[in-house]
């Protein structure tokens, strides 16, 4: 097969376009970096979304199709699983990995949720003895969760609240009916209820509407009222005219010399099938967690005999997921509501913070979780009113059969549920353990050739019982605003604790740390065994708080930027 | 085949609208769009026109973007709703196709509040997703199921009074719809039915409330431009503040 050669060396080649990739793209090319970035999808901007679309457009109305498993008008393409890339877990475990292939990466769909890290969260092997430290502090990030704040938009509330530190916020927007009721309900059992923060505008900023409110932000906006990677940091760095973007672009390996320095990417066209590279003088990830460990594996040479930045055998391992669990509920009061507009902002309007956090010593797990919430008047569509069988033969009136059935009264059974589900989603810390891998499966390639994955994750203790509380509290809320609740899960089924890779949050794979010998890279992303090589996404992340990782890979990734921007100034890389 | 509405000007857009020559760019889309009526990505243009001028957006107030009735009637004018009402089945056979479309309406009939599931195309929609290949799932383990389902059913009808499901009278039918579309009281014997039923009640509901005309059943008003967020209306927060 012909070898297409490159014809010029970037200064910085960017492996995926996410949160982390587009980041530094946004910082480097300011910088006045020539930096090119390959993406393994195609191209896709906001415009192309379908926002206010109505579910009856499609003869599908709005069902999960193959090629988009949340939903046909879902802006994510791919899913749990993509034609010819193949991936594998361990005989007794599961993995699920869910793969964007799409400029942008998840951003795109993602729920918006945007928590900072807490000044616990970077040294909870300090507080509780589990898992490790990291190299850096919660006021070595501060800075840049200001600069992403500001940069990207976020509302919330200033609370104060232990360890979920407040930032520069937009003001929130009023909960909506159905969370006024979980806030009341809640607070009398003694839960405490914060605005969320979500990185949606609740006032314009620069050249980007705020928000209209039609609750369908996973479509993608097509006024940019959201955080989109392409919309908000793409679109600046390519007006820069310092950035080539190369979509389709499925990168096989880092190319390194004789030294052991990264010199560039090789990566398959994925329309023709082509072999190509790319030259670059820095080389930075940000393939999803996950991808980037796998790339860093795949690159062996006479230096890396075990994959690039991987001399402490590290890379692969420590991988997280976050813990799920969740409940929901009918609530009689909130059956044949009048009918308005429920749509509000594509996300919760409220959440429950981690309000335990002085009492692990009592809790049996040791670290905490978030609850979110859900309900209301969404717009019907594929899937909707699906399994009433298992749900109105509770409902007030004569049903001596059961539940199901056909006809008037059915159909008003619909009616009188639409709406009135209310239910939680708990999300807690899992905790990083080595053994929990994933690893270059010996004997499997995708259909480019490149060795794929095979995973082993398992969840401890720690993250069971913590599933366990979920299902507890998240039924003592309901209960408290008069919800009827089910059967709690039983310890035979884990107390319905998520599968390991389902949250959509994996983290850790390439972990950073101080020594070289038990971590890939350093507080600064930076891997110890190649200075010209940098992970941006949420591989590096020692641990794996329950507050999601979008706004850590901005920060992180902003500061990994600056720092080679700093390094390049002093010729050090 | 019912008739549609006539369209009327979608009500919450067109008080965004700032600018008559947008308007004009609408109205030379095509001769497929209603005067007065704006395609999405009219909208869309008029959305980013209108960040950009929040000034325009004075005197729209959220009642008038909630106006979720007229937007149902510009889509349904742009003869977005598909697949037709009338439309011949691609995967049914002809009885096939009376049975389903008998079934539909027993499972939601028209009432006070809305029309029956057959007259929203509920038959059509189904018969799509036994067909359309993009759909997550499996298509064949879809087909074999739904077709199985109603020879499952014609037989059990034959068995007890020698005809199929369509070729009995409505007391007969309903006879054996009771049989299985009860899980928790159904025999063991009648589970393939049950099974059957089971999927073919989620597909009409499917089907009737993610219509035009089951969406304005259930009071969805959703799916809007909204220029401010102030909440739920103050009925909707009362109503929900209930001790029930």
């Known amino acids: 097969m012909q070898i297409i050669e490159p014809s010029e060396t970037y200064d910085v080649c960017i492996v995926g376009s996410g949160a982390g990739g587009s980041m530094a793209a946004y910082v480097l090319t300011q910088a006045g970096a020539n930096v090119v970035m390959l993406e393994a999808g195609g191209p896709w901007s906001v415009e192309d979304g379908d926002m206010l679309t109505w579910n ?207 010199s560039g990417v090789s990566f398959v066209d994925t329309r023709t099938l082509e072999e190509q590279q790319v030259r670059a003088d820095v080389v930075i990830l940000a393939a999803s967690a996950c991808e980037s460990a796998r790339l860093l594996l795949n690159s062996t040479s006479e230096r890396h005999p075990n994959g690039l930045a991987n001399s402490s055998d590290v890379v692969g391992k420590y991988l997280m997921d976050t813990v799920g669990a969740s409940a929901s509920a009918f609530v009689p009061a909130l059956a044949s509501q009048p009918t308005h507009n429920c749509d509000g902002v594509g996300g919760m309007h409220i959440y429950i913070p981690w309000w335990l956090y002085d009492q692990h010593a009592s809790l049996g797990f040791p670290r905490g979780y978030h609850l979110e919430t859900w309900g209301g008047r969404g717009m019907p569509g594929y899937g909707f009113g699906g399994g009433i069988q298992g749900q109105n033969g509770s409902l007030p009136g004569d049903r001596p059969r059961g539940g199901g059935g056909y006809g008037a009264s059915l159909k008003d059974d619909y009616r009188t549920l639409y709406a009135a589900r209310v239910g939680f989603s708990g999300r807690g810390e899992m905790i990083a353990r080595e053994d929990n891998v994933c690893e270059i499966d010996p004997a499997s390639v995708d259909k480019y050739g490149i060795p794929t994955l095979r995973f082993d994750v398992t969840w401890s203790d720690a993250e069971v019982q913590q599933a366990r509380h979920m299902q507890m509290a998240m039924r003592e809320i309901l209960e408290s605003i008069g919800g009827e609740i089910d059967e709690m899960p039983t310890e035979e089924t884990q107390y319905g604790i998520s599968s390991p890779g389902s949250i959509i949050h994996e983290a850790g794979c390439v972990r950073m740390g101080d020594d070289p010998t038990t971590s890939a890279l350093n507080g600064f992303c930076q891997a110890h065994d190649a200075d010209n090589v940098f992970v941006v996404d949420a591989a590096p992340f020692v641990s794996q708080p329950h507050k999601n990782t979008t706004w850590t890979i901005l920060a992180l990734a902003w500061r990994a930027a600056d720092y080679l921007v700093d390094q390049r100034k002093q010729r050090n890389v | 085949m019912p008739d549609r509405p006539t369209p009327e000007p979608i009500r919450d857009l067109a008080c965004l609208d700032p600018s008559a020559s947008l308007r004009g760019a609408a109205e030379a889309e095509g001769p497929g769009t209603p005067a007065g009526a704006l395609s999405r990505r009219d909208a869309l243009r008029l959305l980013a026109v209108s960040a950009a001028a929040p000034a325009l957006l004075s005197g729209c107030g959220p009642e008038e973007a909630a106006e979720g009735a007229a937007h149902h009637a510009a889509a349904r004018a742009r003869g977005a709703v598909a697949p037709a009402v009338g439309a011949e089945p691609g995967f049914f056979t002809a009885h096939e196709f009376d049975t389903v479309r008998l079934l539909a309406d027993y499972v939601l009939p028209a009432d006070d509040r809305g029309p029956s599931a057959a007259e929203v195309g509920v038959p059509q929609f189904i018969d799509f997703l036994m067909t359309d290949d993009e759909l997550r799932g499996d298509l064949e383990e879809r087909q074999t199921a739904m077709r199985g389902g109603l020879g499952w059913l014609d037989a059990a009808c034959r068995r007890v009074h020698g005809q199929p499901f369509a070729g009995c009278t409505d007391a007969q039918r309903r006879a054996v719809l009771d049989r299985i579309a009860y899980p928790d009281s159904a025999e063991p014997a009648d589970a ?53």
């Not at chain 1, 993509?82 to 951003?107: C, F, I, K, N, Q």
């Not at chain 1, 509302?155 to 360890?163: E, I, K, L, P, T």
């Not at chain 1, 314009?204 to 940091?233: E, I, M, T």
Request: aromatic content about 12%; charged content about 25%.
């Open chain 1, 56 to 262: 009856y457009e499609s003869p599908r109305r709005g069902a999960a199709i193959k090629t988009r498993h949340f939903g046909e008008f879902d802006a994510c393409d791919g899913g749990w699983s993509l034609e010819g890339e193949p991936y594998a877990s361990a005989e007794g475990t599961r993995w699920d990995w869910w793969r964007a292939r799409m400029l942008g990466g998840r951003t795109n769909h993602w729920g918006r949720i945007s928590l900072r890290f807490g000044p616990d969260d970077f040294r909870g092997q300090s507080l509780d003895g589990y898992g490790d430290d990291w190299p850096i502090t919660y006021d070595d990030v501060a800075p840049y969760y200001d600069k992403v704040d500001e940069l990207v938009g976020i509302f919330g509330s200033q609370d104060g609240f232990y360890n979920e530190p407040d930032g520069r916020f937009l003001p929130p927007p009023e909960p909506r009916c159905y969370e006024k009721r979980v806030m009341r309900g809640a607070e009398s059992i003694g839960i405490p209820v914060l605005s969320s923060r979500l990185s949606i505008l609740t006032q314009a900023k620069g050249d980007r509407a705020a928000c209209h409110y039609c609750g369908q932000c996973n479509r993608g906006c097509s006024v940019g009222a959201n955080f989109s990677a392409g919309r908000v940091l793409l679109r600046p760095a390519q007006a820069t005219g310092n950035l080539t973007l190369v979509t389709h672009a499925m990168a096989r390996e880092v190319l390194t010399d004789a030294e052991g320095r990264a």
């Open chain 2, 192 to 244: 393939p039915g049950v099974r059957f039923f089971n999927r073919f009640r989620d597909y009409t509901a499917a089907g009737y409330f993610s219509s035009p005309q089951g969406m304005d059943d259930l009071g969805y008003v959703g799916n809007a431009s909204q220029a401010q967020w102030t909440g739920c209306s103050d009925e909707a927060n009362a109503w929900a503040a209930r001790a029930v």
